[in-house]
């Protein structure tokens, strides 16, 4: 079955430095997901990617899926407090269901 | 996108005992969506929800510990049974939306003493 592997689980960043999450899968992916969850607060959905190599800009977020389709990233650019939360990815292969099955997370702590 | 509905937002149970958790949706959808997030992990998914027939439930979570209705398009509980300890979490449900990823409930903070 597909195996999924978000790293680095946590990550604690100086505001203002940039910050990276990882997303790697054993299988090709049909498409990817990104949710945030602030601390205390619900899952929110980020963006979608579904083509290879696509790269996707949420102001100071870039996404990108790799060109085999196994792998993702989300960068965060200049960090905020704001920023602060768990990034989780939910990787989608062709057989899934209709669910989302999700990443372990990565929690990002920016210091002020 | 969807807005979902979900409560209660927090409680604290007896073990033994048992907690329905209602989640209403400001649309109609197909497939409703349960989870459970145990502090500091990742979500789980427990159960598909159709209106119309049974739940299908995800290995480990069996209906006889996690029953679920849906009544409707817009509706949906899940209850927790029996409760003990271990079953302290937080509780959520979540919809597909139309091309904006998946709307989740905002949660139901459960703990079992």
């Known amino acids: 079955g597909q195996q999924v592997m978000q790293i680095p689980q946590y990550q604690h960043v100086q505001e203002g430095e940039d910050f990276t999450t990882y997303c790697n899968s054993s299988t090709t992916l049909s498409n990817i997901q990104w949710y945030k969850q602030r601390p205390g607060g619900h899952p929110v959905f980020l963006i979608q990617?579904?083509?290879?190599?696509e790269v996707k800009k949420q102001k100071r977020l870039t996404f990108q899926f790799g060109e085999a389709k196994k792998n993702s990233s989300l960068h965060i650019t200049a960090t905020q407090t704001t920023d602060v939360g768990t990034y989780f990815c939910?990787?989608?292969?062709?057989?899934?269901?209709?669910?989302?099955?999700f990443g372990k997370g990565t929690s990002l702590l920016v210091t002020p | 996108s969807a807005v979902i509905s979900q409560k209660p937002s927090r409680d604290i149970c007896q073990r033994g005992t048992s907690l329905t958790i209602q989640c209403q949706v400001d649309?109609?959808?197909?497939?409703m969506f349960w989870y459970r997030q145990q502090p500091g992990q990742s979500l789980t998914l427990i159960a598909t929800a159709n209106q119309g027939s049974e739940a299908t439930y995800e290995s480990g979570f069996v209906i006889d510990k996690f029953p679920i209705s849906r009544p409707n398009l817009t509706f949906s509980t899940l209850t927790v049974s029996n409760m003990s300890p271990e079953d302290s979490s937080i509780y959520l449900c979540s919809v597909e939306g139309q091309g904006w990823g998946y709307t989740f409930g905002s949660g139901t903070r459960l703990t079992v003493v």
């Open positions: 649309s109609q959808v197909t497939m």
């Open positions: 990617l579904v083509k290879s190599g």
């Open positions: 939910a990787p989608r292969a062709s057989n899934s269901g209709y669910a989302l099955n």
